[in-house]
């Protein structure tokens, strides 16, 4: 009997074999990103979770470097970024410059079991930006605020695909500008006028009075 050779055609088994080595080890790769998601309390993300807590004392405004978080608890380096990336995607960290620096969020410390006092809301008797070329930490908190508040909005509205495209490009903008060392209000507050612009289009949104009220310029 003639055996069929499934190798294909100029493979060798040697080849074979690396090829399947490399596949084992890329469902591997596969299998511990999967369990990462769907088990976010494995030690490894609760090590890093409780050693950001403790080097930023649970200050939601301090940052410091995801390195030396993972090395603080015995990561390599690639180690610790791809842990702080996907701790960031759950909303348990925030990325705060493109270096690398990191803080834990009021998500994070409910992760931990920290009991959290509730933010007041942007809009809620709040007063514009300020007038500072540079963003005020009053600003700041203000601004970190007002996107979380839009993000819960837009992922409970169901909206054409180009709209919410939008929404996002001008949030990640947002985002980005925030990552500076000194941030500009003045950018801040033209792109919260694109975001206004954008989310008006929205029926029923209670988001757009509050940027309304956060970019009026002050008399």
């Not at 084992?24 to 993300?45: A, G, K, S």
């Not at 270096?99 to 007041?120: A, D, Q, R």
């Not at 540079?134 to 169901?158: G, H, P, R």
Request: hydrophobic share 35%; aromatic share 6%.
């Amino acid at each position: 009997m003639t055996q069929t050779n499934r190798v294909g055609t100029g493979k060798s088994y040697s080849t074979l074999v690396q090829w399947s080595d490399t596949l084992v080890e890329q469902i591997e790769i596969f299998r511990l990103r999967f369990n990462h998601f769907t088990e976010p309390e494995t030690m490894t993300d609760k090590h890093f979770l409780d050693e950001l807590f403790r080097r930023t004392d649970g200050n939601i405004e301090t940052q410091i470097s995801m390195y030396d978080i993972g090395a603080g608890i015995g990561l390599e380096k690639n180690e610790a970024g791809a842990i702080a990336q996907d701790l960031i995607i759950e909303d348990l960290a925030e990325l705060r410059t493109l270096t690398g620096n990191i803080s834990i969020t009021p998500k994070g410390l409910k992760e931990l079991g920290i009991i959290v006092p509730e933010v007041k809301a942007a809009g809620d008797n709040t007063c514009s930006l300020s007038e500072e070329v540079v963003m005020s930490e009053n600003d700041n908190t203000a601004i970190t605020t007002l996107l979380t508040e839009v993000k819960t909005f837009t992922a409970s509205i169901q909206t054409d695909y180009p709209v919410l495209e939008e929404i996002i490009f001008d949030l990640k903008t947002i985002e980005l500008h925030m990552m500076s060392p000194h941030p500009k209000t003045a950018v801040i507050r033209e792109l919260l006028r694109s975001l206004l612009t954008t989310l008006s289009s929205e029926e029923h949104n209670p988001i757009t009075e509050k940027i309304a009220l956060m970019i009026q310029d002050k008399k």
